[in-house]
C-alpha cells in the first residue's frame, strides 16, 4: 500500500529526469532468487537460523518455492515482523594469535540468511538503476 507524501520534489523544476521503480517492490520471484543463491559463498559463517550457502544450493531444487515464499511474507506482506530477522550473532575474530585486548579482535556480525538473500535481491534490483540515477563523478588529474 503506498503511503501519500506531504511533500514532494518537482523533478521538472530542478532538470532531472524521473525514474520508475515501482518494480524494486514487486514480490521476489524464484528467477532472482536462485540466481542470488547461486552467487553466495558455500561455506560463511551462519547466522541465527544456522543456515549457509552450501545448504540453499545443495537443496535448492526442494526449497526453491519456499524460499521466496518466506522472503515475500516478511518483505511484502508482514514487515510489522522483520524484528523477527533483525537479530544477529556478533562474534569476535582475533586479529592475530595473542589477541588479548579489545582493539586485537575484529567484530563480525551474523545475521539471517533470508535478511541476507532479502538484502542482495534489492541490491541486485537497484543496481540496474544506478547508471541512470546517480552521474559519474570525474576525477580530476
Not at 514532494?8 to 514487486?26: F, G, K, N, T
Not at 526453491?64 to 537479530?87: C, E, G, I, W
Not at 586479529?95 to 535478511?115: C, E, M, N, Q
Request: proline share 5%; aromatic share 8%; hydrophobic share 45%.
Amino acid at each position: 500500500m503506498q503511503q501519500s507524501r506531504e511533500v514532494s520534489v518537482d523533478w521538472d523544476l530542478i532538470q532531472l529526469p524521473r525514474s520508475d521503480l515501482q518494480h524494486l517492490e514487486a514480490e521476489f520471484t524464484e528467477v532472482e532468487v536462485k540466481a542470488v543463491v547461486q552467487d553466495i559463498a558455500l561455506e560463511k559463517a551462519p547466522g541465527p537460523d544456522g543456515f549457509i550457502g552450501v545448504f540453499y544450493k545443495t537443496s535448492w531444487e526442494v526449497i526453491k518455492d519456499d524460499v521466496p515464499a518466506a522472503m515475500n511474507f516478511f518483505y511484502s506482506r508482514h514487515d510489522q515482523h522483520f524484528n523477527l530477522l533483525n537479530t544477529a550473532h556478533i562474534v569476535l575474530l582475533p586479529k592475530k594469535d595473542d589477541a588479548r585486548t579489545v582493539g586485537d579482535y575484529r567484530p563480525i556480525s551474523l545475521s539471517h540468511s533470508i535478511a541476507k538473500l532479502i538484502s542482495k535481491v534489492l541490491a541486485v534490483r537497484l543496481s540496474a538503476e544506478l547508471d541512470t540515477m546517480v552521474s559519474r563523478a570525474l576525477l580530476s588529474p
